[in-house]
């Protein structure tokens, strides 16, 4: 599997936005941010099939987040508009190399490379 480096992270104000970036490399279908909030567990936030194609999202972040991809589909991205203070979490890219559908595309198990994350700070 590919090595992944996310970028992007910092500090905002809510309603700010920042864009996450992820270098992605080696064989997937399938790539992914997942996000872990101080206390909980890692969810997903979105995912996209390789190509830029049947996009999944948690429900908390539809209407505010996008994910894409580059045209050469080395790079990942996450587009966050309107930011909130629970969107603060360590922000994950992840590639997997299984199909996913609308019921398993958020569980940890589907990807099987991680990056490190970066930090994302949403705070008056």
């Known amino acids: 599997q590919g090595q992944m480096m996310e970028t992007g992270g910092g500090s905002v104000q809510p309603g700010g936005s920042l864009r996450l970036s992820c270098e992605t490399s080696?064989?997937?279908?399938?790539v992914a941010w997942f996000r872990q909030r101080p206390g909980n567990a890692r969810e997903g936030v979105a995912s996209?099939?390789?190509?830029?194609?049947?996009?999944y999202y948690a429900d908390s972040v539809k209407g505010r987040f996008t994910i894409s991809q580059d045209n050469a589909r080395t790079t990942l991205y996450l587009q966050m508009n309107s930011l909130k203070v629970a969107d603060t979490a360590m922000y994950y890219c992840?590639?997997?190399?299984?199909?996913?559908?609308?019921?398993?595309?958020?569980?940890?198990?589907?990807?099987?490379?991680w990056g490190q994350g970066t930090q994302v700070t949403v705070s008056s």
């Open positions: 996209i099939r390789n190509g830029g194609v049947a996009e």
């Open positions: 080696g064989y997937f279908i399938r």
């Open positions: 992840a590639t997997g190399t299984h199909a996913v559908n609308a019921k398993n595309w958020n569980l940890e198990s589907r990807y099987s490379s």
